[in-house]
């Protein structure tokens, strides 16, 4: 599961939505992999709006990744600077999360990540 | 330009909306002068032969494209067209190599007759050497012959037309990505050809992000990302998305096909508790922030070869002891939470609801539903204020059909807001078994007789 993924992912237990603690969901004991990918600045730039960049700050942090900037760039800045798509390329796309676990920080519910895949199915008293 | 397209005579309602998807995805400005569903030929109007080419390079229902040089009831009637509106090129084929084809739909011609045809285009003045394999240009005379022509001893097409090659769909890409080959499938895996339509007509392109619900073994994402796309995908039951933990697994798959790097994240999760974070409808402004995919992709559990399912108890008053079991239990890593079954209905309306909320602006929703082909029990097209219908493409089997329905996510200021407050206020379904639930499968299992033909059985009162 590649990190862009963790940047859409939220507490899936209903009652923690409407939390800001829900997102971003803290890793675990999380073990990492790295593929080798072609950069693609169209997909980065598509993707930059789609971005939560404070959540993006605090996992890049927590994963053991140089501290992101403040404010995110901007479409126009990025394309022209390489150094920093190369650095979001690196985390969003050739980095994955293959065994940990993610962490609620609100409600502290752990999800299991297994082989690359979490597992977000919930208990009947938690649905 | 006036350009012939020349389908394939196979899913025909999926043609049009396929092409039509194609001219958003390039940004061409395409206009369809003629089309017909009984017929492969089609003409549009394309601002150049360059677009022309880029218009059909990923299509899988197109076989070619080709520069309409004159068409018309007649072989007469092509040449008056050929001559009024053509004379000005000629000169820019008179020497190079060429080769000249009659390509007759429904209908046969012998090779003399054939020639015959071919030597009345004599008057072009084309002088450069006739090459069958891999001429610098290739002139085709179509002709659209009645059905059944042969046996019935029809003597002419009822239409023409005449045109030079430009290029050639994406005919081979289902074969490359075809199930039989596949690593690993199962019993409800969507054959290529459909999927790589699907995949088509929901927009899938080069840095586009793509979503799949019910990912299942993956046959969506792997054709959105085949034209490009990061994918993501998600199911209720992990076992699918893990098969044997090997070689046969959805990751295998995009392995197997050179793909992965479009393979953004797969996990387990219920479209009715899913992590998706979403913002509620209505509160965003830009069209994108707040909402992750350009697409979304899927082909539902129906109910019928598989179950359809969500998190949750089926009858809490009758197994009082499944939620207290689950407290103590779900820490455990081989804890399966325990699942009820779910509205069809209800599950196609979450699926509008979720891709309101996560579609960007002009982004698409494609899914497949099935329904009776008998009009009584015919399940209406799912509407959502958020959402226009954009293509409705109809597969039909004998007693029942599938449909693609493809809707645009359009902008927040365009929706209906009182029928947006309507919807809030209708939540009417009620029902425990999988055939209350589920109108599909149970018109399936009653082999889609209609309630006249099924109230004769119950036994008369003494």
């Known amino acids: ?127 | 330009m006036d350009c012939l397209i020349r389908f394939s005579q196979s899913h025909e309602t999926f043609r049009l909306p396929e092409i039509q998807a194609l001219a958003v995805i390039e940004g061409i400005n395409m206009k369809v002068i003629s089309y017909s569903l009984e017929s492969p030929f089609c003409v549009v109007n394309v601002p150049s032969e360059d677009a022309a080419k880029r218009l059909i390079r990923r299509s899988i229902l197109v076989q070619s494209i080709h520069s309409l040089w004159g068409l018309g009831e007649t072989l007469d009637a092509v040449h008056a067209a050929v001559h009024e509106r053509t004379p000005h090129l000629w000169v820019k084929y008179l020497t190079c190599s060429f080769k000249f084809t009659v390509d007759s739909y429904q209908g046969t011609r012998a090779s003399d007759a054939k020639v015959r045809i071919i030597n009345s285009f004599a008057y072009l003045g084309f002088a450069g050497p006739i090459k069958m394999r891999n001429p610098d240009e290739e002139f085709t005379l179509f002709e659209d012959w009645p059905w059944n022509s042969t046996p019935d001893g029809i003597p002419n097409p009822k239409f023409y037309y005449f045109g030079r090659y430009l290029a050639t769909g994406a005919r081979d890409l289902p074969q490359k990505l075809d199930l039989k080959k596949r690593r690993y499938i199962s019993t409800t895996s969507m054959d290529a050809e459909l999927a790589l339509i699907t995949a088509n007509i929901s927009l899938a392109a080069p840095g586009k992000l793509m979503y799949d619900p019910f990912v299942g073994t993956g046959s969506f994402p792997i054709a959105c990302a085949q034209f490009g796309a990061m994918t993501f995908g998600s199911d209720i039951d992990g076992r699918s998305i893990r098969g044997d933990g090997a070689k046969k697994t959805l990751r295998g798959n995009f392995e197997q096909y050179g793909l992965l790097s479009g393979m953004g994240g797969v996990f387990s999760a219920d479209l009715t508790n899913s992590p998706i974070r979403r913002l509620p409808l209505g509160v965003d402004s830009d069209g994108v922030k707040g909402r992750i995919f350009d697409g979304i992709v899927c082909d539902p559990p129906y109910g019928v070869r598989e179950g359809l399912l969500v998190l949750g108890v089926r009858d809490p008053e009758k197994t009082p002891w499944i939620i207290p079991k689950g407290i103590e239990m779900y820490k455990q890593p081989d804890f399966i939470p325990p699942r009820k079954p779910y509205s069809f209905l209800a599950m196609l309306d979450d699926i509008l609801q979720f891709s309101a909320q996560t579609i960007v602006d002009n982004g698409r929703l494609s899914f497949w539903m099935p329904t009776a082909n008998d009009e009584e029990q015919e399940i209406p097209v799912p509407t959502h204020p958020y959402l226009e219908v954009a293509a409705v493409c109809t597969q039909v089997f004998t007693k029942w059909s599938r449909r693609l329905i493809t809707y645009r996510r359009i902008p927040d200021a365009e929706v209906d807001q009182k029928a947006m407050q309507a919807r809030e206020a209708d939540t009417t379904l009620v029902g425990k078994t999988a055939d209350e639930l589920n109108p599909f499968r149970r018109a399936y299992f009653n082999k889609f007789e209609t309630a006249t033909t099924t109230t004769t059985t119950t036994t008369p009162s003494p």
């Open chain 1, 1 to 127: 599961m590649k990190v862009l993924t963790l940047n859409f992912l939220t507490c899936a237990v209903k009652a923690c939505k409407s939390s800001n603690d829900s997102f971003p969901l803290h890793p675990k004991d999380a073990e990492l992999a790295h593929d080798d990918i072609e950069i693609n600045s169209q997909l980065l730039v598509n993707v930059l709006p789609r971005i939560d960049w404070t959540a993006l700050r605090t996992t890049s942090t927590e994963l053991g990744f140089p501290e992101l900037p403040e404010q995110p760039p901007t479409a126009e800045t990025l394309e022209a600077d390489e150094a920093m798509l190369k650095e979001l390329h690196t985390l969003l796309l050739e980095t994955q999360m293959m065994e940990g676990k993610l962490v609620c920080g609100h409600c502290g519910h752990e999800y299991a990540v297994r082989e690359g895949i979490a597992n977000f199915l919930l208990p009947s008293h938690l649905v």
